[in-house]
């Protein structure tokens, strides 16, 4: 158990001191945090919404926040180049983000032209129940996205490394809560990077 919990300090380790210098980034973390915080909990009363939510809200947050406003130069600080971050990268790395970011966003298109999705969800009768068509594919796509990576883990690196990544994703929001509560005020103070990412 003791390796297992290091391997998830390493991976959330390694995930902040590469990806997340500017306080821009953090700061859309925290929203994302909650958000998926939020959809934890609707996930037991409303799925679609839950996935609306997550993907809406949380997903486009995060991601923006990777896309837009972190540095992709030379990392001064972990002396490392971007390339290199990306090839190490245990989970998604910006290409990966890319990919299943496509997925995501043509997958109402699909609904649009076959609403059932041959046969997987009932026709819809309204806006509505086809916006709760869209809301089960999106959580479908977040369940499947979790799982394929967890599983490919598998076999490129060990099980081992593949159930922390996956208790990692779990729990990112929690963790990302207690990490970036405070990025927001940096930012209103005018500090758009973090001089402490290098500190353990």
């Not at 972990?78 to 970011?101: F, P, Q, S």
């Not at 209103?188 to 990077?193: A, F, N, V, Y």
Request: proline share 4%; net charge positive; aromatic share 14%.
């Amino acid at each position: 158990m003791s390796g297992f919990m290091e391997q998830l300090r390493e991976q959330r380790w390694d995930d902040h001191r590469y990806y997340h210098h500017s306080r821009v980034n953090q700061s859309l973390h925290l929203v994302s945090a909650i958000s998926f915080v939020v959809g934890y909990v609707l996930l037991f009363y409303v799925p679609a919404m839950a996935a609306l939510v997550c993907w809406l809200v949380g997903m486009v947050s995060r991601q923006s926040g990777h896309f837009f406003f972190e540095p992709k130069g030379y990392d001064e600080v972990n002396r490392a180049t971007h390339e290199h971050k990306e090839d190490i990268k245990v989970g998604y790395n910006l290409k990966r983000k890319i990919v299943l970011m496509i997925i995501w966003a043509v997958s109402p298109i699909l609904l649009w032209f076959d609403s059932t999705l041959s046969g997987a969800f009932a026709k819809p009768a309204n806006t509505m129940e086809f916006v709760n068509n869209v809301g089960m594919l999106w959580l479908a796509i977040g369940v499947g996205g979790l799982l394929f990576r967890t599983i490919q883990l598998f076999f490129i690196r060990d099980i081992e490394t593949g159930v922390v990544w996956f208790t990692k994703i779990l729990t990112d929001p929690f963790h990302d809560i207690m990490l970036y509560c405070r990025a927001p005020l940096h930012l209103i103070r005018g500090e758009l990077i973090d001089p402490n990412v290098a500190k353990r």
